[in-house]
């Protein structure tokens, strides 16, 4: 099946500095990949959705100043957590798919805000 | 936001029964896609039902749609040890395959 690659799997970071998280589509192109956040024991939130070559598409109550998406090419999606805190702290899991089928997502990553 | 719930929240049973959970979802739908995570990793994809099915297998899985109660359910028999994790449904679909997903079952099946 398709793979979806997300990077780094963990990632420690300091309170005010930004982080930048991968997702890559290995073997498909992607024109649309979404970017979820995950707290502990609960539920997948969506938070955007990355377009290529467009802006991407917020979900309510989302701060897209805070969560920069940026979609250059079929295959990468990034976020970028600006300035982060410890309350940004989270499960942060991408996913892509082929049109009307499942979705493949990345392994997640897992920042940690100190 | 969620599109809905599912239930129980959290099964506990012993290998070689029968886990079925329940999902609940409040619009429309193209389709209702069932994903397994287990622990601090990412989802992986189990069976997708259409909306005009009304049952689906797939090895060990069975899923049930009834779109009129806006409800649906996985089965999972002959339950095994590896099969602990947790299990959300997902409403959405389409060509994006936009993604709402319920809250989660954890189920833990004891050897």
């Known amino acids: 099946g398709a793979v979806v690659s997300q990077h780094p799997s963990r990632v420690i970071c300091k309170s005010g500095t930004s982080v930048k998280i991968e997702c890559r589509s290995l073997d498909f192109q992607a024109t649309t990949m979404f970017w979820y956040r995950q707290f502990p024991k609960q539920s997948l939130m969506l938070m955007a959705t990355?377009?290529?070559?467009?802006?991407?598409?917020?979900e309510q109550g989302v701060e897209k100043d805070k969560f920069l998406i940026n979609h250059a090419s079929l295959t990468l999606s990034t976020l970028t957590v600006t300035s982060a805190h410890p309350e940004d702290s989270s499960f942060y899991i991408c996913?892509?798919?082929?049109?009307?089928?499942?979705?493949?997502f990345g392994q997640g990553t897992r920042l940690t805000v100190v | 936001s969620q599109q809905g719930e599912e239930d129980p929240q959290a099964l506990s049973i012993q290998e070689g029964e029968n886990a079925t959970m329940n999902c609940s979802y409040k619009?429309?739908?193209?389709?209702l896609q069932w994903y397994r995570q287990n622990s601090g990793r990412g989802l992986v994809h189990l069976i997708l039902i259409r909306s005009n099915e009304r049952e689906k297998h797939s090895g060990r899985l069975r899923v049930t749609l009834d779109t009129s109660k806006k409800s649906s359910s996985l089965l999972i028999t002959a339950s095994r040890a590896a099969d602990t994790a947790s299990y959300f449904c997902?409403?959405?679909?389409?060509?994006?395959?936009?993604?709402?997903f319920g809250t989660g079952t954890l189920l833990a099946v004891q050897p």
């Open positions: 990355s377009n290529e070559g467009s802006k991407a598409t917020y």
């Open positions: 997902a409403t959405g679909g389409g060509a994006t395959n936009k993604l709402i």
């Open positions: 996913s892509a798919s082929l049109q009307y089928t499942e979705a493949f």
């Open positions: 619009t429309s739908i193209n389709n």
